[in-house]
């Protein structure tokens, strides 16, 4: 899986470091609101949906019975919609004095995303890891994880590594080598580094890991898009 975009070239290998510039997306016209704001009732929620979801894929419930959920839903889907945001808000957190932003409903990560794995990457010395369960509902071939969202769990740790250069970056090329299926229902290991920043791009490898084994690999370019590089 590769997407490419227009990138510099000649540029000169330098040492990942954070810029000195500190980022307010206020600046750019983005809402902020800091992760320890966030209600907790909304993790609730979210946790419960992702749970109804797993359910709907399984289910053999009558007929009756699947009505009668479906107007469950439909009043739930009604009460939310009553009081919406006109975009989503970023949200901030901060760890090991490193301050990183990400959107609301992050497809990945986001924790107001029910689509989203409970996937939660931590810092490390060179990069991030962590580790997430992804249930049926995340199936593509019997008891495996779709390829696509093997994709998205590699995409997301190599962009919150990189984000480790105090960058705000976007993907401008992710190659994924699936080693083996890779299983749902069973905790996943996924990890990503730094190698080199050349310029605006940023070198990165990342893999997910299942019971030891290796399951798929990345190597990716992150493209620098903030901070400006100094002339």
């Not at 609101?33 to 209600?39: A, E, G, K, Q, S």
């Not at 409970?118 to 992804?134: C, K, Q, W, Y």
Request: hydrophobic letters at 40%.
């Amino acid at each position: 899986m590769t997407a490419n975009v227009e990138l510099e070239k000649d540029v000169m290998t330098v040492e990942a470091q954070a810029p000195k510039e500190t980022l307010d997306p206020t600046e750019f016209g983005f809402d902020v609101i800091d992760n320890d704001d966030l209600p907790a009732e909304l993790a609730g929620l979210v946790d419960q949906i992702r749970g109804l979801v797993a359910a709907t894929v399984r289910t053999d419930v009558p007929s009756a019975e699947l009505t009668a959920v479906g107007d469950l839903v439909h009043e739930a889907t009604r009460r939310l919609n009553a009081q919406r945001r006109e975009s989503g808000p970023l949200v901030r957190s901060e760890e090991n004095g490193l301050v990183r932003f990400n959107t609301l409903g992050n497809g990945v990560t986001g924790p107001a995303n029910p689509l989203a794995p409970p996937l939660r990457l931590s810092s490390v010395t060179d990069g991030v890891e962590g580790t997430v369960t992804l249930n049926d509902a995340y199936e593509g071939p019997p008891g495996c994880v779709h390829g696509g969202w093997v994709a998205a769990l590699l995409d997301q740790a190599v962009g919150e590594a990189a984000w480790q250069t105090g960058s705000v970056v976007m993907t401008g090329r992710l190659e994924v080598d699936y080693r083996v299926p890779t299983p749902v229902n069973m905790p996943l290991e996924v990890a990503a580094r730094i190698d080199s920043v050349e310029g605006r791009k940023i070198h990165v490898t990342g893999e997910i890991r299942a019971n030891g084994q290796t399951t798929a690999e990345t190597t990716a370019i992150m493209v620098r898009i903030w901070p400006p590089l100094e002339s």
